[in-house]
């Protein structure tokens, strides 16, 4: 999925890339950013919807317990990189 929005969040380079960019492309990126947090929020969501079936499993709620976990991390590398690209704009318009 990440690929099909355009963004490559193994290369912490084009961060710094993106950064230099205009503010129009700060902006798009920053609005990509808010959608892949926006799918790991309902996706966490779903699994905590699941995780209050009086039918779950514990081998299913360990699991689901897992996978919330990873979402928590997914958004809050989103949410660093958001505040990056917001820091480094500023401090770019500080130093111009």
Same mark, same amino acid.
Not at 12 to 36: C, D, K, N, Q, V
Not at 73 to 87: D, G, H
């Given at each position: 999925?990440?690929?099909?929005?355009?963004?490559?969040?193994?290369?912490?380079?084009?961060?710094? /890339?993106?950064?230099? $960019?205009? @503010?129009? !492309?700060?902006?798009?990126?920053?609005?990509? *950013?808010?959608?892949? =947090?926006? &799918?790991?929020?309902?996706?966490?969501?779903?699994?905590?919807?699941?995780?209050?079936?009086? /039918?779950?499993?514990? $081998?299913? @709620?360990? !699991?689901?317990?897992?996978?919330?976990?990873? *979402?928590?991390?997914? =958004?809050? &590398?989103?949410?660093?990189?958001?505040?990056?690209?917001?820091?480094?704009?500023?401090?770019?318009?500080?130093?111009?």
């Amino acid at each position: 999925m990440l690929e099909k929005l355009g963004l490559d969040m193994v290369q912490p380079l084009r961060l710094g /890339r993106i950064m230099s $960019e205009g @503010a129009e !492309t700060r902006r798009e990126t920053i609005r990509r *950013l808010f959608y892949l =947090i926006t &799918i790991a929020a309902e996706d966490a969501a779903a699994l905590a919807v699941e995780g209050q079936s009086r /039918r779950l499993l514990p $081998e299913d @709620a360990r !699991t689901s317990a897992a996978n919330l976990l990873e *979402l928590g991390i997914r =958004i809050e &590398i989103l949410s660093s990189a958001i505040t990056e690209l917001i820091e480094g704009a500023e401090k770019g318009v500080e130093t111009a």
